[in-house]
């Protein structure tokens, strides 16, 4: 371990204490609705004011040209901290972080051109997870665009597919409304991000800021009620069912809906799986959650969805990791599919029950309905038998638990640094990953209890999502302790936005999961690419290029490195004992560690394995009591697949 590395003194600036977490529909106003008397203002006065009477608290971005305006007015707020970043990707996925954690708007900002560019992938990143997040974008002047001017991208145009709106602003007196607009859109319904461009004469220009605007977004009318007929259905469907499942995705948490859940899952006794976006939705610890489902899920999460016979989906998309080969999901089940966005019901699997509406408030209703039939609530008789359904899958938990072996070379296992940080950080942390191995494990070794309290990259799989992300998740709520759970591929990619940190006074904590590879890619090559492993080493082994403790330390942090099991645990508690500062630590694990259970993309999650070697089986004359059988059949499964199998397989992505 190194030793504490020297900095300044702690900046004076300290994250701003977050507000109470809103609910998405008090999200979705306009803020602050008190009465502003119109008064002559620049347009860049007028974008500042309408973030201050918004109630933003925090804006993340860098000054350049065509944005400059509006930097002077933001200098003079005392109600807006603007957070200077290294990056404009880092303010992108910053503002994500913050919404993710907060379940508040996250704002970034950034100039015309490269600027705006740069904030590309955060956007779409945001977009995919359904985060709330208000993209200000600079744009050259109005006599200006389409010229080719210096700086200049048709950031709307690039942005108008991975934007659930986006607006180019040419009048200085629409800003107040339109930026307005921007936060109702992002906020309410499905959330998403939302790009206000506007060229730099507009902020220049004289105008009239009064508050509130009047909206007018005429055709925009989110249903967050759900349908009293189809619910009644969905509650008959349920007290016929014998093998039902609580299919549950990340729209309960944007719902705030886990209280919700919670009791209608010890109601009715229903099993509980949760996708990678709804870690923490449902406790790990309760006997009811069968974990996580999924190509890197439990086999009791898989087998629970594809021996099931009802399917009650609630704010989930169907998404591929999940579903595997989508003619072979849940062959036998029929499905109650609950979402707030009506173009998800139906778009992967047909729904039996289609219910719109926000998942918070279709459950409630489910509830009542339940309760309403004296049959259901009756204690010496109820209506739903799930003993035998719960004998199957509790053999399978039992035979198929998670878990991990020592490694073959005798190197720092991976899983147990996550386990152990899980442990010692406890359910009340936030932990933010990136994308890859070192994302799977803390999805599986980490225990969640609580919503808003894991952080990833799920749709999008952006790498260099971490950093970031952490640092906007500790700035929005600054008394937890936030954890970046990264790999050093990804870490490569955002890590300067630990200045920022450091500069900030933000002391997140980073685990480095060093392997010295890009590891999905190496576990990917090593099972379907003849271990032919094309430039996947990064030189963070053999070369130590670059020195992570060094880097941490150059970048304002204090750097620990770990290489003995023996010194994770104490590793660790140093980290949480620096508070004045971010802290590194450099795990040196495994290269040839793998992520298991796995289910090979573009396969049936009937091909689970368990791991290496390992295939339970779903047979349909397998016995409920008797869970899978283990076999040695990996040379019938994706590890060892024929020349021709393995070529065709190459077309499918990670």
Request: proline fraction near 7%; include cysteine.
């Amino acid at each position: 371990m190194s030793a504490p590395t020297a900095r300044p003194g702690p900046s004076a600036r300290r994250p701003a204490p977050s507000a109470s977490q809103p609910t998405p529909a008090a999200a979705a106003a306009t803020g602050n609705r008190r009465q502003v008397p119109p008064e002559k203002v620049t347009g860049a006065q007028s974008v500042v004011r309408s973030l201050e009477e918004l109630g933003v608290d925090t804006v993340f971005g860098i000054p350049g040209g065509a944005i400059l305006p509006v930097y002077d007015p933001l200098f003079d707020s005392t109600r807006v901290r603007h957070v200077l970043v290294r990056h404009e990707q880092g303010a992108g996925h910053a503002a994500t972080g913050y919404a993710q954690a907060t379940g508040k708007v996250g704002v970034c900002m950034a100039t015309s051109g490269p600027g705006a560019t740069n904030l590309v992938t955060p956007i779409a990143d945001a977009q995919m997870d359904s985060v709330p997040l208000v993209a200000i974008t600079g744009q050259v002047g109005r006599g200006l665009i389409g010229t080719d001017a210096f700086q200049e991208a048709d950031i709307s145009g690039i942005t108008m597919a991975c934007t659930k709106h986006n607006f180019l602003v040419n009048d200085a007196i629409d800003i107040p409304r339109i930026i307005a607009e921007a936060f109702h859109l992002a906020s309410s319904g499905r959330p998403g991000a939302v790009l206000v461009d506007i060229p730099k004469d507009v902020l220049q220009a004289q105008t009239t800021f009064s508050w509130p605007p009047e909206m007018r977004l005429p055709g925009y009318r989110p249903v967050t009620k759900p349908h009293g007929k189809q619910v009644r259905e969905a509650a008959r469907m349920i007290a016929e069912a014998k093998a039902p499942v609580l299919y549950v995705g990340g729209g309960v948490i944007k719902a705030d809906a886990s209280p919700e859940l919670l009791e209608l899952a010890e109601l009715t006794g229903i099993p509980v799986v949760t996708t990678l976006m709804a870690r923490g939705a449902f406790p790990d610890s309760h006997t009811l959650n069968m974990g996580m489902p999924g190509m890197h899920g439990t086999v009791g999460a898989v087998a629970a969805l594809q021996k099931s016979d009802l399917l009650i989906t609630l704010g989930a998309r169907f998404d591929d990791r999940v579903t595997g080969q989508l003619d072979s999901f849940a062959p036998h089940a029929k499905v109650i599919h609950a979402d707030i966005d009506p173009a998800e019901i139906g778009k992967n699997r047909h729904a039996d029950v289609p219910i719109v509406g926000d998942c918070r408030e279709v459950i409630t209703e489910l509830i009542e309905t339940l309760k309403s039939d004296p049959a259901f609530t009756n204690a010496e008789a109820p209506l739903l038998d799930l003993e035998s359904w719960w004998t199957y899958l509790d053999g399978v938990r039992k035979q198929y638990p998670l878990g991990y072996g020592p490694t073959s070379d005798g190197s720092l296992s991976p899983e147990y640094v996550i386990e152990t940080l899980g442990r010692l950080a406890g359910p009340d942390a936030i932990y933010v990953a990136g994308v890859g191995q070192h994302q799977m494990w803390a999805a599986q070794f980490v225990k969640y209890e609580k919503p808003r309290t894991w952080l990833n990259s799920g749709g999008l799989g952006t790498m260099g999502y971490a950093v970031p992300a952490a640092m906007g998740a500790k700035m929005g709520a600054p008394d937890k302790e936030v954890w970046a759970v990264d790999g050093d591929g990804c870490f490569q990619m955002t890590n300067q936005e630990l200045a920022t940190c450091a500069v900030e006074g933000v002391p997140i904590k980073v685990a480095l999961i060093n392997n010295g590879n890009l590891g999905m890619v190496r576990q990917w090559q090593t099972l379907f690419y003849e271990q032919r492993y094309s430039n996947t080493d990064l030189g963070t082994h053999t070369l130590r290029i670059p020195d992570f403790v060094k880097l941490a330390e150059a970048l304002g942090c204090h750097g620990i490195r770990v290489e003995k099991e023996e010194d994770v645990e104490a590793a660790i508690r140093e980290a949480q004992s620096i508070n004045d500062r971010p802290v590194v630590i450099d795990f040196i694990v495994g290269k040839d560690a793998q992520v298991w259970p796995m289910v090979a993309a573009g396969t049936s999650n009937d091909e689970i394995m368990a791991a290496r070697g390992i295939r339970p089986l779903f047979d349909e004359d397998e016995q409920a009591a008797e869970p899978a059988v283990i076999h040695e059949a990996m040379s019938h499964d994706k590890a060892t697949l024929s020349a021709h199998e393995r070529a065709s397989q190459k077309e499918t992505n990670l």
